[in-house]
């Protein structure tokens, strides 16, 4: 039987779409009656486990999950050893250093040389402002980021960014994209190389979605 990671959250239902499109049904998860956190799926043949969108590829690196849904972003920031095999379009967003609008600064490198970036995502932060060669500390949080600058705890953000409604309402302006982000499917690599599940079929289904869907 083959296992799937669904991620809780913004995520859930596109996820539920796709996996049903490719004949997996965890309908079962969207019942508000419900706090299972593993159910089967409705012909038997699957299983689903429902964890938080960044512990998607912790289940499947560790085989687990022969399957898992999850941001690009997570990807990224995380960087597990999991097999990256679908682009499944949805769940779009966007990596961004966001500042205060009442601020000066216009790029990445009007900020102060030792100046501070609150956020989430601190390797791709990390990594982003060493690319730029320029020094900066890194302020872990883990929500509500934007109000790193607002609090003045920082002079930026490095933050997810959709709608822009969040970073708007906060008064606060995208400077910089460090790149966008969709859900991916992945799977375990050793699984995948074994096609446990005969998840090649599952893995063509999915495509083949995506296709039709963009079409
Ligand atoms: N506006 C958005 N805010 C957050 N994530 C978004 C947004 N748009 C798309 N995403 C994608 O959805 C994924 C899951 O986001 P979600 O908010 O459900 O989880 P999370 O931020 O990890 O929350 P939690 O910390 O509660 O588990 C993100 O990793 C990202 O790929
Ligand atoms: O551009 P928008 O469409 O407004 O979306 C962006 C917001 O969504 C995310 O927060 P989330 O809701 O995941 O809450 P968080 O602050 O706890 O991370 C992200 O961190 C932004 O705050």
Redesign the pocket.
Known sequence: MITVAL?????LKDSIRLLQDIGLDFSAFLDSGTRQLQLPDASGKAKGLLV???DVPVYVEYGQAHLGI?????LREKKPSVAHLVDLKF???RLSVAVKESSSYRSALDLPANGRVASKYVNCAREYFQSLDLPVEIIPL??SVELGPITGISEAIVD?V??GRTLHENGLIEIERLYE?T?RLIAHPLSYRLNVGNMDELISKARHAITVGAG
């Open positions: 991620p809780k959250g913004g995520l938080r969108a960044q999850v941001g690009y972003d997570v769940g779009y967003c883990s929500g997810i959709s709608t982000s859900a």
